[in-house]
């Protein structure tokens, strides 16, 4: 967000992609400890795995609502990410800047709802939490609709991200500490099947709908 509005967005996608290359040198360091791996005997193949996790997932109804929440928000949350730029510049007609402004916000929001679940004793009302969080959140994205106001974009948009980061904290945790150890990877794993299937189509679908209408009017679909 800075950096879009101190060397304009071709500087902050050059930061960005020199970043990527930190990151992969980063992993590069990496050296696993082979003589600590737990090897299963066991082969199967992926979509058994993968149906292995289903058929947990469906007998525990707690688990079956993070699973559709995560789906849900993976598919529709996206429509922020898209629309947020083409309301700034074409809805609002504001400079590009006040779309870092926006970016700045977001950001805050994250690490604001980070230090919240860090300092919230939440327990057995973690379901709650997250549900409330994604609904406020979704009412939220639908106000934007009708505010045209950039400081409600800046406030809304961290408010929104913080209640999602304490989503996106507390529904890992609590898979870690309710799935039992056999089951745990494979609903990771479906779970990263839902955010890298639903967001690309998710981005295609609301991309090719800025482009056809009032990107207001699409986030306030969304929500």
Known sequence: GLLVITTGTGGAI?????????????????????????????????????????????????????????????????????????????????????????IIGVNVGVILGGLLVSSLDIKRRGLVVCLTTIGVGAVIAFTFGFLHSIWFIVVGSAVTSALFSVSNILMPAWIQTAVTDEYRGRIFSIMNMISYSLTPIGLTLFGLLVDHFDASYVIAISG
């Open 14 to 102: 050059f930061v960005n992609g020199v970043s990527f290359f930190i990151m992969m040198l980063a992993l590069m360091l990496i050296r696993p400890k082979l003589e600590n791996l737990v090897t299963d005997k066991k082969r199967s193949s992926i979509i058994n795995d993968v149906l292995e996790g289903w058929f947990y997932a469906r007998k525990n109804n707690v688990l079956m609502i993070f699973l559709l929440s995560l789906a849900v928000v993976n598919f529709l949350g996206v429509a922020l990410t898209v629309g947020i730029p083409f309301f700034v510049t074409r809805t609002l007609k504001l400079d590009i800047n006040w779309y870092g402004t926006v």
